[in-house]
């Protein structure tokens, strides 16, 4: 159980298009989703936390107008980087936790994003 | 304010070797500290935890004790399997707030 997807696993893109990566709850419902970017050899940095239905809560340097966050309903949030640039190239990992378990974070296997 | 940091990878290590990844923390409070393991094409997943000082995470063979002392929490197995290869990440926790801490993360490499 606990699964979290992450959709695509992949994505390559034109600068200044945008991308929209998707993070699933499979076999629950996340009343919270986290959004992490992860750099080579680097640590898994929090970009933003998300709670269903409501606005998402980013971190400081979180640019929210380039990282559009939504949270629509308690199985999927999505992650919209907006006008890609080469420099946005990273591995974007999301998470999901319940209201219940709050210290216990399901992770997705991420998506590997590269601007051209 | 708080941070983690792990000892430097990759770490390669014979089968049945042992195995200790270094981790030391800062907070300014009481938080939970955590061991997540990142295999190849996967998602991170908790691998083990302890909530308050002195306790002691186990798991799979993997151990870690909350040393508030020493402010570390290091891995620790007695014989690695070429299976362990993967990503090591150690993180912090509070509950108020909610958010997860990570360190850079130690990979690991067990050859056969």
């Known amino acids: 159980g606990a699964v979290v997807s992450q959709h695509p696993s992949r994505v390559i893109c034109k600068s200044g298009t945008s991308v929209k990566i998707e993070c699933r709850s499979l076999d629950f419902q996340a009343t919270t989703m986290f959004w992490y970017r992860q750099f080579p050899k680097k640590s898994l940095m929090l970009m933003a936390t998300?709670?269903?239905?409501?606005?998402?809560?980013?971190e400081q340097g979180v640019e929210k107008d380039k990282f559009l966050i939504n949270h629509a309903s308690l199985t999927l949030s999505t992650l919209t980087v907006t006008s890609a640039h080469p420099e946005d190239s990273s591995f974007y990992i999301c998470?999901?936790?319940?209201?219940?378990?709050?210290?216990?974070?399901?992770f997705g296997p991420g998506t590997r994003l590269t601007v051209l | 304010g708080d941070s983690v940091t792990q000892m430097e990878g990759p770490v390669t290590l014979s089968e049945e070797a042992f195995l200790t990844i270094n981790c030391t923390y800062t907070a300014t409070g009481y938080p939970s500290l955590f061991w997540y393991v990142q295999y190849p094409g996967e998602g991170l997943q908790l691998l083990l935890k302890?909530?308050?000082?002195?306790d002691k995470g186990s798991n799979k063979g993997f151990e870690a004790t909350y040393r508030k002392e020493t402010t570390s929490f290091h891995l620790e197995k007695g014989s690695v399997q070429v299976s362990d290869s993967a990503v090591y990440f150690c993180a912090l926790f509070y509950n108020q707030g909610g958010k997860l801490i990570f360190g850079q993360g130690t990979e690991l490499s067990v050859k056969p």
């Open positions: 998300s709670n269903e239905g409501s606005k998402a809560t980013y």
């Open positions: 302890a909530t308050k000082a002195d």
């Open positions: 998470s999901a936790r319940v209201l219940a378990k709050v210290d216990t974070q399901y």
